[in-house]
């Protein structure tokens, strides 16, 4: 078996044409949202060879992660994520997908684990910023959240996104930090929870109709981005 024809194969296969090399600082290019799901399964696939023969691959590893991800087995993807950091700590790369699967799972400070292992090499990445932004939001660390909007904030041209996140800080902090009593505030983060279990019910719902006729999509990614759409 010839592996790297083979890795190369797999990896050109779910490369999206619309190249975004601010997205992930490591491997370049990396934006999957237009790609067809026939392209996946081809991946897939020529992955479970390339395991066949290489099971602790790292590279193998991470591109099943991103593909089973992508796939919408994201159990099974968050194995291999973990795994191909087991394998090589310094694959930041995963720490994306992993960070967005525990945001997915309510799991935000783990995904803030994963999340502060970017910070020390790409301190700068847009994508690190945004998501650092909501998951200190949702922990209720709006200065930390703060400094992350406004780093963000220079960076981006379009600032749609950077003002609903403001919006979410300051309705948040007009209710945590403004009030005394403790009642308001525990049914405030409960309001919070159960507003993030209802957005996961719906999204599958919605999107389960348009997977039925073949059209592929990203839940975690739907997750992650409707969460900027939080008006409590």
């Known amino acids: 078996m010839d592996y790297n024809r083979l890795f190369n ?24 949202i237009h790609n067809p799901i026939q392209q996946f399964i081809k991946a ?3 992955l479970n060879q390339l395991l066949h023969e290489f099971p602790n691959d790292k590279k193998a590893l991470f591109l099943k992660g991103v593909v089973q991800r992508n796939l919408n087995f994201n159990e099974e993807s968050i194995l291999y994520l973990l795994e191909a950091k087991k394998e090589d700590y310094y694959l930041f790369a995963a720490n ?30 847009k994508i690190f910023l945004f998501l650092s932004v909501l998951v200190n939001i949702e922990l209720f660390n709006l200065e930390e959240a703060k400094r992350y909007l ?11 996104v950077v003002e609903l996140l403001s919006k979410n800080i300051q309705i948040t902090e007009e209710i945590v930090l403004k009030t005394t009593n403790r009642l308001v505030l525990k049914n405030f983060k409960l309001k919070s929870f159960n ?6 019910t719906n999204l ?8 039925d006729i073949g059209v592929n999509f990203n839940g975690i990614d739907c997750f992650v981005l409707a ?4 008006q409590i």
Do not use: C
């Open 96 to 125: 994306f997908y992993i960070a967005e699967y525990y945001i997915h799972k309510l799991k935000f400070e783990e995904a803030l684990k994963y999340l502060q292992e970017i910070e020390i090499v790409y301190p700068m990445n």
């Open 195 to 200: 507003y993030n279990l209802q957005l996961k």
């Open 150 to 160: 406004n780093a963000l904030y220079q960076l981006v041209e379009d600032k749609r």
């Open 44 to 46: 897939q696939d020529l």
């Open 9 to 32: 194969d797999i990896f050109f296969l779910i490369l999206d044409d619309e190249i975004d090399e601010n997205k992930y600082p490591i491997w370049k290019g990396f934006s999957f």
């Open 227 to 230: 969460l900027t759409l939080k």
């Open 204 to 211: 599958i719902s919605f999107y389960k109709s348009f997977a």
